[in-house]
């Protein structure tokens, strides 16, 4: 890998690692609907211009069986596994919420056995029960550190499940759509239909956005979800999807230091055996186990 795709990783991987941390602090004065709507409207907007590039690269030209797909798209990632990340976020601490959501690949696996042929493997099931366990090893149901909930990590699995579902049926027309326009049209869209439920529930859009957290929010909206997702789908443009998931591969190391620098929270052993054990699946899921071949 060059420069420029070293570049775009460690972005990702930064900007990814401080997400639970920030939203933590956030989700202090903002309700969880409303961060969430704000969120991935602003990433969404962000990604416009790139994305109108890339859709004129490739001619892209959506029909309407594309835009209800993205509507669903959206409506699954936002309305349903970010809300619920978000919730989770304000219910457990900020070190597990970012173990578990990292756990979603384990999910994908599951779902794209079923929803694009991609084979259930030995392998595979070595990785799912080794995170499984990991975990329940970081999330120590049976003595939950201070902070942790269990209603905050049901809805951390929930997310985790769902955006493994999100992530899967992603890759059903990535390949016509592309990358980032079909991110930003589903974080566009998605942020559209979640103004149904916030009306219904008469949740603030912009009210308790104010000089204390405007920061915060445009760190979230902008450098967060906007650059995050942007170099993350760069760094897949440049160096392949396995190079590039590398981002999510160093997330679980560094979000908990950080979650322990900057609020605190302490960083015990089962967490540091889950996340070891989350690794060492994530390995064994990475390695293809292919011998070079002789000339």
């Known amino acids: 890998m060059g420069k420029k795709e070293i570049f775009y990783i460690v972005v990702t991987a930064l900007l990814f690692s401080t997400m639970e941390v920030v939203l933590k602090i956030a989700g202090q004065e903002l309700d969880a609907y409303q961060l969430t709507f704000i969120r991935f409207a602003i990433g969404g907007i962000f990604l416009i211009p790139f994305a109108v590039k890339e859709m004129k690269k490739r001619a892209v030209k959506l029909t309407r069986g ?8 959206g409506t699954l990632c936002i309305c349903i596994s970010m809300l ?5 976020i304000d219910h457990t601490n900020a070190n597990l919420a970012s173990v578990i959501i990292c756990s979603n690949p384990i999910f ?3 779902f794209a056995h079923f929803m694009v042929n991609d084979r259930f493997t030995k392998r595979k099931a070595l990785v799912l029960g080794i995170s499984v366990l990991g975990l329940i090893v970081a999330a120590n149901p049976f003595g939950l550190a201070a902070g942790n909930t269990p209603f905050g990590i049901l809805c951390m699995v929930i997310a985790s499940v769902t955006f493994g579902l999100y992530t899967t049926a992603g890759k059903l027309r990535i390949a016509k759509i592309g990358g980032i326009p079909q991110t930003c049209l589903s974080f566009i869209l998605g942020s559209i239909v979640m103004l149904i439920p916030m009306g ?5 859009i912009i009210a308790g956005i104010g000089m204390s957290n405007i920061l915060v929010v445009l ?3 902008v450098l967060v979800t906007g650059v995050g997702y942007l170099c993350y789908f760069l760094a897949i443009d440049s160096c ?7 981002a999510f591969f160093v997330k679980p190391m560094f979000a908990p230091i950080i979650a322990l620098l900057v609020l605190h929270e ?9 996340i070891a054990m989350l690794l060492i699946g ?5 390695w293809t186990g292919r011998k070079p071949q002789r000339p």
Request: without cysteine; aromatic residues 12%; hydrophobic residues 55%.
């Open 219 to 221: 760190y979230i909206g």
């Open 282 to 286: 994530s390995l064994i899921n990475m």
């Open 108 to 110: 994908v696996m599951i």
């Open 84 to 88: 619920a990340f978000q919730i989770g």
């Open 66 to 73: 594309d835009w209800l797909y993205l509507t669903g798209l």
């Open 266 to 274: 302490s960083l015990t052993w089962n967490m540091i055996l889950g």
């Open 200 to 204: 219904i529930l008469h949740k603030p």
């Open 240 to 246: 392949g999807p396995a190079n590039a998931s590398i």
